[in-house]
C-alpha cells in the first residue's frame, strides 16, 4: 500500500513539471519570444553581441589601428569584411580563432583612403543567432609619393637593364620602402638593391643579364609611409624580357668602336671621341634613350659662349642614343668632315658618321639600328675619370660587394 502512495506521488510531481514547462512553453509559442525571453533572458542587442572595432561609423582610421570581429559569449559563425578603395570591391581575407570568440585579417595594416564594410554572424550565449553590419573609413593622407620605373612594363631590353625607381618625393623609410619593391628573374639569379641618395633605388644582378631572362618587378607602394604623412601610392606588377646580348666598346684613343652580338663581333666602327678641352667619361654606360632625331644645345650641359648662348646648338641631330643623366650621347654626326677613325673633336660625346637627315646606311644609322634600351656601350683609353654609378644606368661600375652595401636593408 505504501509503494502504491509512492508512486502516486512521484507521478503527480512528474505531471505538475511538465504542465508547468508546457505552459512556459505555451507563453514562448506564438509569434513574439516575449516567452522564451522570459527563460533565457532578453536578447542582447546586436552592438552588444558581437563587438567590432574600429567602431561602426569611424572616420579617419589610422593604419596601424587594428581591424577586429569578436563576441563576449557564444560563437562566432561567420565574418565577412570588404575593402572598397579606388571605386573597387575587394575581400578582405581573415580567419576566426579556434574559440570560435574572435576574427582577425590576415594582414593586421588597414589600407589608406579606403572604406571597409563588416558583415558577421554570431550564436549568442544562449545559442540565438544574431548578425551585425558595421562600416567605418581609414585615414585619407594629403601627401603621396609614387616612383618612376625604367624599363617600361612589356618592353624588350639589352642585358646590361638595370631596374631604376626615381621617388618624387624624399624617402626617409628608405628600409620601409625598399621592402615594398621585389625584382624576381626566371632564371632565378640574385637580384640586389642599391640607394643612390634618398629619392633613387636601382636592381641589378652581379653580371649582366642572360639573353631570354623574363624579369618581374612587383611595386607595393601603398600605404608605405616613406617619410612623416607622406605614403607610397603604387600597386603594381610589371615585367620585361631581356633580349640577345650586345655590348660595344670605344677606344677613344684608337678612335673605333666594336659591336659584338652574343660574343661575336659584327663589326667595328670608326668614331669620333670627345676632344682634349671636353672628354668622354670611361666605363660602361648603358643605352636609357632612342630618338632618331633631337636638338642638342651646349647651353643644356654647360658649353657657353661669352654671351651665355651654348657654344654649339644644332636643331637635328640624327639617331641619338642616351648613356648618361649628365647628357652623354652615342649619336650620328653630319656636321664634321674627316674625322671619324682619325680624330676625337667632339664635345663629350661618341660621335658615328652619318647625314643630314639620317639614314640607315650610315655607320650610324646601321648602329641604330640594331640598339636596344639597356644595351651596353663601353668606353676605354680616354682621358677622363670613370662614369659615376648614377649618373644615368651606370652602375656597372660598382663592384658588387659595393653594390650590396648599398641597401637599407641591414
Not at 217 to 233: F, H
Not at 234 to 252: E, I, M, N, P
Not at 349 to 369: E, H, I, M, Q
Request: charged share 25%; glycine share 10%.
Amino acid at each position: 500500500m505504501m509503494h502504491a502512495q509512492t508512486r502516486a506521488a512521484r507521478a503527480g510531481a512528474a505531471l505538475a513539471a511538465v504542465l508547468t514547462w508546457a505552459g512556459l512553453l505555451a507563453g514562448a509559442a506564438g509569434c513574439t519570444s516575449h516567452g522564451v525571453d522570459k527563460v533565457l533572458g532578453k536578447p542582447r542587442s546586436p552592438e552588444t553581441t558581437i563587438r567590432v572595432s574600429p567602431d561602426d561609423g569611424s572616420k579617419a582610421v589610422r593604419p596601424e589601428e587594428s581591424l577586429r570581429v569578436r563576441v563576449p559569449a557564444g560563437r562566432l559563425e561567420s565574418v565577412k569584411v570588404v575593402r572598397s578603395q579606388d571605386a573597387q570591391d575587394f575581400p578582405v581575407p581573415g580567419r576566426i580563432a579556434e574559440d570560435g570568440m574572435t576574427w582577425r585579417p590576415d594582414d593586421p595594416k588597414l589600407a589608406l583612403a579606403a572604406k571597409y564594410s563588416v558583415d558577421a554572424v554570431a550564436l549568442d550565449g544562449h545559442g540565438r543567432r544574431v548578425a551585425r553590419h558595421a562600416t567605418f573609413t581609414t585615414f585619407v593622407p594629403d601627401e603621396r609619393f609614387i616612383g618612376y620605373v625604367m624599363p617600361e612594363n612589356r618592353s624588350t631590353v639589352g642585358t646590361g637593364m638595370i631596374v631604376s625607381l626615381d621617388f618624387n618625393r624624399v624617402i626617409e623609410n628608405r628600409a620601409a620602402v625598399e621592402r615594398a619593391v621585389r625584382v624576381t628573374s626566371v632564371p632565378e639569379v640574385e637580384i640586389a638593391p642599391h640607394w643612390f641618395g634618398d629619392k633613387r633605388l636601382d636592381f641589378r644582378p652581379e653580371e649582366y643579364w642572360k639573353p631570354g631572362t623574363e624579369v618581374t618587378v612587383a611595386l607595393r607602394l601603398r600605404d608605405v609611409e616613406a617619410a612623416p604623412g607622406v605614403y607610397g601610392l603604387q600597386y603594381k606588377t610589371f615585367s620585361f624580357t631581356v633580349g640577345r646580348s650586345q655590348v660595344s666598346l670605344v677606344d677613344a684613343a684608337a678612335h673605333t668602336m666594336e659591336v659584338r652580338r652574343d660574343g661575336e663581333v659584327l663589326s667595328t666602327v670608326p668614331i669620333t671621341a670627345g676632344a682634349p678641352k671636353s672628354t668622354t667619361y670611361n666605363g660602361k654606360m648603358v643605352i636609357t634613350e632612342m630618338l632618331e632625331v633631337t636638338r642638342m644645345n651646349g647651353a643644356t650641359v654647360g658649353f657657353t659662349d661669352a654671351d651665355g648662348k651654348g657654344e654649339y646648338d644644332i636643331p637635328d641631330v640624327p639617331h641619338a642614343l642616351r648613356l648618361t643623366t649628365s647628357g652623354t650621347f652615342l649619336h650620328g654626326n653630319y656636321w664634321a668632315q674627316g674625322v671619324f677613325g682619325t680624330a676625337n673633336v667632339s664635345h663629350g660625346c661618341v660621335g658615328l658618321r652619318d647625314v643630314k637627315g639620317g639614314s640607315s646606311a650610315t655607320p650610324a644609322g646601321w648602329f641604330f639600328d640594331r640598339s636596344l634600351i639597356g644595351d651596353v656601350v663601353e668606353v676605354v683609353n680616354s682621358n677622363d675619370k670613370k662614369v659615376a654609378p648614377d649618373n644615368g644606368l651606370g652602375g656597372w661600375n660598382m663592384g658588387w660587394k659595393a653594390w650590396k652595401a648599398g641597401s637599407a636593408v641591414k
